[in-house]
């Protein structure tokens, strides 16, 4: 099974558009979209409604839950409040619906961040300004909440990948 993933689309519809065409013409069978989704300054209303007609598994990432946490008291981050103001009940609706994390199948574990926080990095540690990798025994306890063959997360400026053993040993 070839499995695509997505993530931090942040309502860019031409962009995701071009991804979703060159993955149609590779022959993946399942796309997964990992979070991110509307935040943005472009075209968030837009974006929710391509990604609501589509049939892929969907988490909510921490632009989400900020999203859907603004009130007049706490209006967010610019790019949260003017996603939030394009869009209608049905896609919020559609957005408080997402799960934080999900099982894909039994082997494969999503989410945004890592299974117990959607804003902290699984493959790397903040140390004061810097992102430096992450230690084995900090990716280790970051992913005691999934068991399965494979973890996979979003939040993360590059990419990587990393082995654990079962029972999440190294």
């Keep these: 099974m070839r499995i695509a993933l997505l993530s ?43 990604l609501m007609s589509q049939d892929w598994p969907t988490i909510a990432g921490n632009h989400e839950r900020q999203l859907l946490a603004i009130t007049a008291a706490k209006p967010g981050g610019a790019s949260d409040r003017f996603a939030r103001e394009c869009l209608g009940e049905a896609e919020l609706d559609w957005l408080r619906a ?10 494969v574990f999503l989410c945004h961040g890592t299974p117990r926080r959607d804003i902290e990095y699984f493959l790397d540690s903040q140390v004061g300004e810097r992102l430096v990798l992450a230690s084995a025994k900090d990716v280790a306890e970051r992913s005691a909440r ?21 029972g999440n040993g190294w």
Excluded: K, M, Q
């Excluded at 997402?98 to 082997?107: F, G, Q, S, V, Y």
């Excluded at 068991?147 to 990587?160: E, H, I, K, L, Y």
């Design 8 to 50: 931090d689309i942040h309502g860019n519809l031409p962009a995701l558009e071009a991804v979703v065409a060159d993955l149609r013409a590779r022959g993946v069978d399942t796309i997964v979209n990992l979070g991110d989704i509307l935040s943005g300054p472009l075209l968030p209303l837009e974006t929710a409604r391509y």
């Design 98 to 107: 997402l799960p934080a994390t999900l099982r894909l199948n039994d082997e």
């Design 146 to 166: 999934s068991d399965p063959s494979w973890s996979v997360a979003a939040t993360r400026t590059f990419p990587g990948c990393c082995a654990v053993r079962a």
